[in-house]
């Protein structure tokens, strides 16, 4: 097997990965994981939902999203401010491109990849993060073998 396909082999994997650890977010309107990988090592994980302490609605009465919730790559980048780890040259798998805010985030904090399944509605993040020089690969479905 080349290389190629072995990354791609593991690339796929992480991304399913992370779309279970999606499933454990209490948000109604959009549930999204993250994980960060270095070295063949998970260094962290991550899914949008309320900082640590705060009642798990992620929606208000009118539907809409609460100011104070964390997006997935968010949660599992200050995860990782919390260990013995760092960032430095690390992968980001995400099941949705990361929006122009937690892309500063990506930059500052050391990520060199990242790969996601499904578009954000708005691309500015990606743009930001290519402009950055970060390596960006969608793969939209990693639940097919080919």
């Not at 072995?6 to 109604?28: G, I």
């Not at 990242?114 to 639940?143: C, H, T, W």
Request: glycine share 6%.
């Amino acid at each position: 097997m080349s290389e190629k396909a072995k990354q791609l082999r593991y690339d796929k994997a992480y991304l399913r990965m992370a779309k279970t650890w999606s499933e454990l977010s209490h948000c109604k309107r959009k549930q999204v994981g993250a994980l960060i990988v270095k070295d063949r090592m998970i260094i962290s994980d991550g899914y949008n939902g309320t900082p640590s302490g705060f009642d798990n609605d992620c929606e208000d009465e009118a539907g809409d999203t609460r100011w104070y919730v964390l997006h997935a790559e968010a949660n599992a980048i200050t995860k990782v401010a919390r260990s013995t780890h760092n960032c430095n040259g690390a992968t980001l798998y995400l099941t949705l491109s990361p929006c122009k805010e937690c892309s500063k985030l990506v930059v500052q904090s050391g990520i060199s990849k990242v790969v996601y399944m499904m578009e954000y509605k708005d691309d500015s993040g990606i743009r930001f993060l290519e402009s950055a020089g970060i390596e960006i690969v969608q793969i939209e479905n990693p639940f097919d073998e080919q």
